[in-house]
């Protein structure tokens, strides 16, 4: 009997974590580059959140540490610009590795127990968003919100190796992981009920929907990770 009841408990705090990853995903964006040496620790650290099933995981690589005599082949300008507008709506300063909660709290992306305590206590997503993969692309689902939202279609590559040879890493292999590839606007609105069709990811790749409001908290969001649906001739 004892055993049973184990086991019933086991499958209903499965099934429990599994609702959650299914409702209310807690979204996780790393600011981070391969010219920061303080990076590394957070990048392995993501790449272990990011296989818990409610964790939605991406790294975003900014190009304002390409000078330090490495160029970081996965930094963008656009990376930078986002961190910059969490940074200014959340009165924080721009540094590496910072670590974005659900655009909503800023932590540093290398202090696991920082980074543990914001997942637990992050605000669940209010708005519900679904996704079918057909073959003319993804239709994305959102549901009615309160207020303005724009949402986004994020495809990422799932793991890189990088031999380093300049800069603070010099000499080192760096592993990061969801590395953000490509961002579409898929269109900003009232808040009403919305369906988009957006592009499928590439193959190898994954892709992340997320719906912000205007203060730039993530209030809905949805993953279709690598696999069978994405665009093979992409």
């Known amino acids: 009997m004892q055993r049973r009841n184990l086991m019933f408990t086991s499958l209903a705090a499965l099934a429990a974590r599994s609702a959650r990853a299914a409702t209310s995903p807690v979204v996780l964006e790393l600011f981070t580059s391969q010219s920061c040496s303080s990076c590394p620790p957070a990048d392995a650290l993501l790449g272990k959140l990011l296989q818990r099933p409610e964790v939605i995981a991406l790294a975003w690589h900014v190009d304002y540490w390409n000078h330090l005599g490495w160029l970081d082949k996965y930094s963008s300008k656009q990376a930078t610009a986002r961190q910059q507008a969490y940074a200014r709506q959340l009165g924080s300063e721009v540094y590496t590795p910072a670590l974005i909660i659900n655009g909503a709290n800023v932590v540093v992306g290398s202090d696991r127990s920082a980074v543990e305590r ?117």
């Open 118 to 234: 914001a997942i637990r206590t992050a605000t669940p997503l209010s708005v519900p968003v679904t996704l079918n993969p057909t073959v003319a692309g993804m239709t994305v689902n959102v549901a009615a919100a309160p207020g303005r939202l724009h949402a986004l279609s994020i495809f990422y590559d799932p793991q890189h190796s990088t031999d380093i040879g300049g800069g603070e890493n010099q000499g080192s292999q760096l592993r990061e992981y969801n590395i953000v590839r490509r961002v579409d606007v898929l269109g900003e609105w009232d808040g009403a009920p919305r369906s988009f069709t957006a592009p499928l990811a590439g193959a190898g790749q994954g892709q992340v929907i997320l719906v912000q409001s205007t203060d730039l908290r993530v209030v809905g969001a949805a993953h279709q990770p690598p696999g069978e649906h994405s665009n093979k001739s992409a």
